[in-house]
């Protein structure tokens, strides 16, 4: 059974860093899709960013572009996001998910392709 868990969440000013983890365990398939979603109070599940296990070439939604960088440690199963000048607006739910190979498209993981979902992690503006 494939399981995330993220953690790394708190409470962080406006313009801080926060760096966000994801444990994955039980894949099987040698490929696939992972990234962050998050959604803020009252608002969708947005995507933020994901990256293919084999082709490392990551995506960024046009929110986070610049600010925010995602990263896989395949040795330790392991998948970050590091999130830097965080703003106010910002404060969320951030989750991990997890997309068969065969619906990635490297350009932003799609909610109802997501196989597998994490608890979630909450930042929140300490501003």
């Known amino acids: 059974e494939v399981q995330l868990v993220e953690s790394g969440g708190g409470l962080v000013q406006a313009g801080g860093f926060l760096r966000l983890s994801c444990a994955t365990s039980?894949?099987?398939?040698?490929?696939?899709?992972i990234g962050w979603f998050r959604q803020a109070p009252g608002k969708r599940h947005e995507g933020i960013s994901c990256?293919?296990?084999?082709?490392?070439?990551?995506w960024y939604a046009d929110s986070v572009k610049g600010r925010f960088s995602i990263s896989v440690d395949n040795a330790n199963n392991l998948v970050y996001l590091e999130m830097n000048n965080l703003k106010t607006e910002e404060t969320a739910v951030y989750y991990c998910?997890?997309?068969?190979?065969?619906?990635?498209?490297?350009?932003?993981?799609?909610?109802?392709?997501?196989?597998?979902w994490g608890q979630g992690t909450e930042v929140t503006d300490s501003s």
């Open positions: 998910a997890e997309e068969a190979q065969k619906y990635y498209s490297g350009s932003g993981l799609k909610k109802n392709y997501v196989g597998v």
């Open positions: 039980g894949f099987t398939a040698p490929d696939y899709g």
């Open positions: 990256i293919s296990r084999s082709d490392d070439v990551p």
